[in-house]
T-cell receptor, first 112, second 116 residues
Framework: GNSVTQMEGPVTLSEEAFLTINCTYTATGYPSLFWYVQYPGEGLQLLLKATKADDKGSNKGFEATYRKETTSFHLEKGSVQVSDSAVYFCALSESGNTPLVFGKGTRLSVIA | DVKVTQSSRYLVKRTGEKVFLECVQDMDHENMFWYRQDPGLGLRLIYFSYDVKMKEKGDIPEGYSVSREKKERFSLILESASTNQTSMYLC???????????????FGPGTRLTVT
């Protein structure tokens, strides 16, 4: 079946450091890929997405590129802020109306 | 803005009680979902619904049931709550997506349920 594996946290970084959160997937077809973010005390919200190979999703300074050859969708940000502290979830959707499959989440803490 | 609301942010129930968690969305979405979120386990899908009166089991349906009598409302029911159902419960909704179009789910703020 489909699955998503993301690096375990927690990840602790100093403000302005470079962030990478690794995500790899297993899917039988050609899924769409997503990063969701959960700020403390809130539900999840979509951060960025990519629907086909080599697409780059970007939002709020975060980027991720859909790499079919390595089945990866790593999340990156050049300079993190304290306000980026949250839990980040990688997810995939095999086709339009199948439920999302989520990774286990990576907690990021950014310290000033 | 899409809004998904959940009836309670925090809930404390006793073992054996019947528990209802309510979720309402205001964007006329066809699809609705219930997840539970536990440390180290991420999000696990309990049930989902593609339409009124329709339901599908997710990965962990045991001990739960659902009801969708109206399009905007999706209820999760714990028939007889147990301590291992202490968790954060998240509801989500999404529109029908055609073909391989992206498929964004909109989440509620969650209900933290404690069963004692």
């Amino acid at each position: 079946g489909n699955s998503v594996t993301q690096m375990e946290g927690p990840v602790t970084l100093s403000e302005e450091a470079f962030l990478t959160i690794n995500c790899t997937y297993t899917a039988t077809g050609y899924p769409s890929l997503f990063w969701y973010v959960q700020y403390p005390g809130e539900g999840l919200q979509l951060l960025l997405k990519a629907t086909k190979a080599d697409d780059k999703g970007s939002n709020k300074g975060f980027e991720a590129t859909y790499r079919k050859e390595t089945t990866s969708f790593h999340l990156e940000k050049g300079s993190v802020q304290v306000s980026d502290s949250a839990v980040y979830f990688c997810a995939l959707s095999e086709s339009g109306n199948t439920p999302l499959v989520f990774g286990k989440g990576t907690r990021l803490s950014v310290i000033a | 803005d899409v809004k998904v609301t959940q009836s309670s942010r925090y809930l404390v129930k006793r073992t054996g009680e019947k528990v209802f968690l309510e979720c309402v969305q205001d964007m006329d979405h066809e699809n609705m979902f219930w997840y539970r979120q536990d440390p180290g386990l991420g999000l696990r899908l309990i049930y989902f619904s593609y339409d009124v009166k329709m339901k599908e089991k997710g990965d962990i349906p045991e001990g739960y049931s659902v009801s969708r009598e109206k399009k905007e409302r999706f209820s999760l029911i714990l028939e007889s709550a147990s301590t291992n159902q202490t968790s954060m419960y998240l509801c989500a909704s999404s529109p029908v997506s055609g073909g391989r179009g992206f498929y964004e789910q909109y989440f509620g703020p969650g209900t933290r349920l404690t069963v004692t």
